[in-house]
């Protein structure tokens, strides 16, 4: 397992991946994290730039896979509304109805 | 239906205009999440899984054709072309952006609307019957007096900050459509032996984790004093109610830990002293209300009969039309499940279509159902075929009304932060593998609710047949419950046993159901009737083996 920094963004909502260089749309982009995430982390939190930062696992890939569904949701959007997906790979999780 | 004064239209623009101030001071960072968190939910607006969610307030679950256009417009504007009408009669937007949302409420505040107090401790949309004003078994028309409810707790100064959230449901039939009993207040419009119009009280009921059916508090308030005594009530809840503990922190858990006699003992007593201020509303401006509440101009012409000479639509009228107190009109259900769809949810053209309908066959006027369909509560008869065609061909036709297949479901975690599970995938696989329409007509009356965790927003305890999503170690599971009912003859549902993949809970109910045709006395016994005669154990036995 790896681990990622999320957010939402504070303008828009949306939900947001630590890139390594600044906050990114894409799952894909997310890094995992080292040594210096709880650090990192506590940074983000006292600055109050993003909305609900957190850290999370998930399986290394391109993209990641989140070990939650509630990340994997968050990740690539609901899993009831294909049109709605986030990021460029298929949802993992999307029904057959959607 | 009732319309903005210059005080109302004052006091929702200048609640604009002060939220606009609010965004603006957040985004140049003036001040930080932790102080402007409180401030956009005492404006309706939520962060979620995705986005920032807005729900709008729908006073008694009643709209005017012009509203529900622009919450279409609203929906392709500032949202994903779609917004999802809720249990709470009101409408949830999931994609918004916190820097739209100023001028999203100044188009909402343009057409008497407005999302505040759908948040937060304090006395929340006030909700009531679908088809009230027009159903043929109600004493009165309940809504004049839910507006006056509307009025006096909007902004209450006394009652903003109250233990908990606090919701008050009114209805006038002796058929409860809007769930009185598991309301923290329920007033039920009903005559005294003299005649006189007056309210049964029920307090204290409500689901989350802690479900219970309200007790009556008081058999008869006349409707000239409703207020002052519903004053009573929150006075007496928000001096004792449970603050310490957000659990208990609702009034149900004060009215059942002093039991319903010393709470009401309570009450009478703050009533007594509260009576003689005059709190109530003068009959002028009763009247003043109730005259906005004047029936639509019926035509006493409109022939009384349907032409069912058209199978399909004799079908939908079976199932989604009512009967309605004048003769030649009718109340028609718009179904908001269509088979293998997303239950309460509806597309921008929907709405505006919708919108379009209203104005052309039923006043201009729209209501929502807590059970997330919509209704055009005064339909000519000889209008009813032009109107199904229209819905029919805007997939709004499905005729499964309180069918196995009219499930509500909450977002879950499809949406929902607080969410444990998935509640439309299950709504969906339930709908798919029941879509057979004889199918669902020989199950007859079936009432099934979600909630993807216990806050229970999917009325799971009053479904008749009730799924609860729970996380089993990381994974999403479903407990089923039976026997629960938000009708008149409210009841909560027992859970059957241990719970079960997606899947499995799709093959439970499933197996709950041919359970329930093998043991029903006749095809007109309902799946309730049924369960209350029998008991859980056949059922358990089917499904557990
Ligand atoms: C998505 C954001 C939502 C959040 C954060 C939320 C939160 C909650 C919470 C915390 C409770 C429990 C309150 C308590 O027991 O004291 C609750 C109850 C309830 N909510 Fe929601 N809810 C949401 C969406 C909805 C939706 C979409 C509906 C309608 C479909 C709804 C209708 C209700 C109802 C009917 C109850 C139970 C009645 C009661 O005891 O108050 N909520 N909600
Ligand atoms: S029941 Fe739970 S999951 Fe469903 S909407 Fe309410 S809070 Fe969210």
Known sequence: ?98 | MYRYDQYDQALVDARVDEFRDQVKRRLAHEITEDQFKPLRLMNGLYLQLHAYMLRVAIPYGTLSGTQMRILGGIARKYDRGYGHFTTRQNIQYNWIKLEQAPDLLAELAAVEMHAIQTSGNCIRNISSDQFAGSAADEVADPRPYAELLRQWSSFHPEFSFLPRKFKIAVTASDHDRAAVKLHDIGLQLHRNAAGELGFRVFVGGGMGRTPFIAPVIREFIPVSQYLSYCEAILRVYNRYGRRDNIYKARIKILVHEIGAEEFTRQVEAEWALLEPLALDAPTAEYERIKAQFAPPAYDAAAPDSIDRSDPDFAVWVDHNVAAHKVPGYAIATISLKPVGGIPGDASAEQMELIADLAAKYSFDEIRVTHSQNLVLADVRKDQLHALWSALAAADLATPNLDLVTDIIACPGLDYCALANARSIPVAQSIAVRFANLDRQHDIGELKIKISGCINACGHHHAGHIGILGVDRKGEESYQLSLGGSGAEDTSLAKILGPGFSEEGVVDAVEKVIEAYRALRLNPQERFLDAYRRVGAEPFKEAVYG
């Open chain 1, 1 to 98: 397992m790896i681990r990622l920094l999320t957010a939402n963004d504070t303008l828009t909502g949306d939900v947001i991946w630590w890139s390594g260089k600044g906050w990114s749309l894409n799952l894909a982009d997310a890094v995992a994290l080292g040594a210096e995430g709880d650090a990192l982390l506590a940074e983000v939190v006292a600055a109050e730039n993003v909305n609900d930062p957190n850290i999370i696992e998930a399986e290394a890939g391109s993209p990641p896979r989140p070990r939650t569904m509630r990340e994997r949701i968050r990740g690539f959007g609901p899993t009831v509304r294909a049109d709605l997906a986030r990021a460029a790979a298929p949802h993992p999780d999307q029904t057959k109805a959607a």
